[in-house]
Nanobody, 124 residues
Framework: QVQLVESGGGLVQAGGSLRLSCAAS????????LGWFRQAPGKEREFVAA????????DYANSVKGRFTISRDNAKNTVYLEMNSLKPEDTAVYYC?????????????????WGQGTQVTVSS
């Protein structure tokens, strides 16, 4: 079992930045691929970014490439999502998740453990 707790969300103006954190506890954090997903009101949850257990591999949704950066600190059991040049369409609840198969994937069903989410609101 892995428990995930997100933080760092808030209200920001378009063009601004936020850094989300996800602290993990439970099973060995470094064994898991970690991902960030988001869900806007009335929309399905979608993939944002993922990072390999070592941090050497990453993947991003096309909509956030060049603006968002995912990173992890296995010593602190924490994964981060640095979000720059934020747009109103980035407004959503952001969730971190740990996968079950040990490989980078965009599929929601491949992620076993989920946090409770943190709200990000970008005003125009």
């Amino acid at each position: 079992q892995v428990q995930l707790v997100e933080s760092g969300g808030g209200l920001v103006q378009a063009g601004g930045s936020l850094r989300l954190s996800c602290a993990a506890s439970g099973r060995t954090f470094s064994n898991y691929v970690l991902g960030w997903f988001r869900q806007a009101p009335g929309k399905e949850r979608e993939f944002v970014a993922a990072i390999s257990w070592s941090g050497g591999g990453t993947d991003y949704a096309n909509s956030v490439k060049g603006r968002f950066t995912i990173s992890r600190d296995n010593a602190k059991n924490t994964v981060y999502l640095e979000m720059n040049s934020l747009k109103p369409e980035d407004t959503a609840v952001y969730y971190c998740a740990a996968d079950r198969w040990g490989r980078i994937t965009q599929k929601i069903s491949d992620y076993l453990y989920w946090g409770q989410g943190t709200q990000v609101t970008v005003s125009s």
